[in-house]
């Protein structure tokens, strides 16, 4: 393999002259104002070493990258007993949708959709209130980076709660069926703070370590979670992670993957690296358009994939 600076260099140079750059999501006031010429990319590794290149160190709006995060959180609280109240299949359908809900009683078809999202906000509410609940969540992800600078954009969050009527829609729909059971208006602050969460793709991809490394912080040694369920979460990644593109993702990346509407994709090659990119442009299902041509291209110089022959190794073999 070539060395991964030059890769990642190349891959920068070629992403800041791409013309196509897809569309901006300016359904969220403060990301319309969003430069698309922005192109970063991060990738941690293994044995701890960093490579960056572009915008890797810009911050942007995490937005549904946080989704594995809180899901982390909220298995962490609940356990297992979570999935009575969220799916684990991939929806097929758009990230915002409400029309799966009512056949399926008020049950989000996996945590990576809005709806599903909601839901595990809910179930962090269980022990405080929404200030408590955010700073808690704020403290996880600063503990997984070591970075004590990474802060919610309070203004992002404010413009969300003031235009988010799909989200409140979606959170109604669920309390009617008995599947939200906190006031709509404090499960709604505290999902929408969470998505405001203000990173850069260093940062992101220091955050999804643990998922690279089977559920420990390489750094600590602490465990954040088992390895099975580190191995969980990278399922749903692969599977509902780029919502009804995930199919599409697993086909061109072959690594599970999760995408933000702030541009940003946390992809994980399991055992190798974790790695972020971040391109605000974003194609017709709102995952960024030159972030998965840059893993695209990044997995065909690495060779990373979960479907890669040495990925599945005989128990007998392992290191
Ligand atoms: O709820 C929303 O619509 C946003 N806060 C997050 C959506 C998102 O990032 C979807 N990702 N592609």
Redesign the pocket.
Known sequence: MADLQHILDDIAHDMAGATERGRI?D??PDLAAVDPRHFGIAVVDADGRTFLAGDATTRFSV???T?VFSLTMALGTTGDALWQRVGREPSGTA??SIVQLETEQGIPRNPFI?AG?IVIADVLLARHEPRETIAEFVRFIRQLTGDDSIVIDRHVAAG?QAT?Y??VALANYMRAFGNIRHPVEKVLGT??HQ??LAMDCRQLAMAGRYLMMGGTDPETGRSVVTSQRARRILALMLTCG??DASGDFAFRVGLPGK????GGILAIAPGSASIAVWSPG?DA???SLLGRRALERLVQHTGWSVFEPMACVMPDNRP
């Open positions: 999501a359904y969220i937005q549904s990258i989704k990230f915002n809005n999202a969300e988010g799909r989200n999902y929408f998505c405001a780029h919502y995408s933000g509407v702030g974003l299902k709102g995952n």
